[in-house]
């Protein structure tokens, strides 16, 4: 229960993050156009760092070792690919060059946050199955049918082809 607790902790905290920093650079009209055009990638990257946070106290509740732990790197990288277009608000010294191209890429930076949580996910799920962190009766046993270790691979390799055809897709390299 400490899993779902945390996770959901996590996914409004991540979301209020969000809507603060658009509210302190955009106000009320900033939050809500930021979540009308990007809510297809703000909710899921919230969703998956809470998933991952509750993955996360899992693994620390079987008290395994930090290398299984340092996936966590994923979801920080989730957030600063979610947040990064958001320099543009907070350091206006950076230039007009650097500030139309961080905003150019927003949606892209966004993508990048999405897949960055699915492969998140599916890397603690290995790191789960591989060192057998769950019950027999437990909800975790139930979706332990997968081979994570080889799903993993599967989804860094698609979603580096899903980023790679967002960058390309767009008229002279622009997302």
């Not at 950076?94 to 890397?123: A, D, H, P």
Request: glycine residues 8%; contains cysteine; charged residues 10%.
């Amino acid at each position: 229960m400490k899993e779902v607790r945390n996770g959901f902790i996590a996914f409004v905290s991540l979301l209020a993050f969000y809507i603060l920093v658009n509210y302190a650079t955009a106000g009320y009209e900033g939050v809500i156009w930021n979540l009308k055009n990007y809510w297809m990638y703000v909710f899921p990257i919230s969703a998956g760092f809470g998933l991952q946070i509750a993955l996360y106290t899992h693994i620390k509740s079987y008290r395994e070792s930090c290398k299984s732990i340092a996936t966590g790197g994923i979801s920080a990288g989730s957030m600063v690919a979610c947040c990064l277009h958001h320099v543009t608000d907070a350091v206006p010294l950076l230039g007009v060059g650097i500030s139309y191209f961080l905003t150019l890429y927003t949606e892209f930076f966004l993508l990048i946050g999405v897949l960055s949580s699915v492969v998140g996910v599916v890397w603690m799920l290995s790191t789960i199955q591989k060192n057998a962190l769950f019950e027999d009766s437990s909800f975790l046993a139930k979706v332990m049918f997968v081979d994570y270790e080889k799903l993993k691979i599967v989804v860094l390799i698609f979603s580096v082809l899903i980023a790679a055809w967002k960058y390309s897709s767009a008229p002279w390299g622009v997302v």
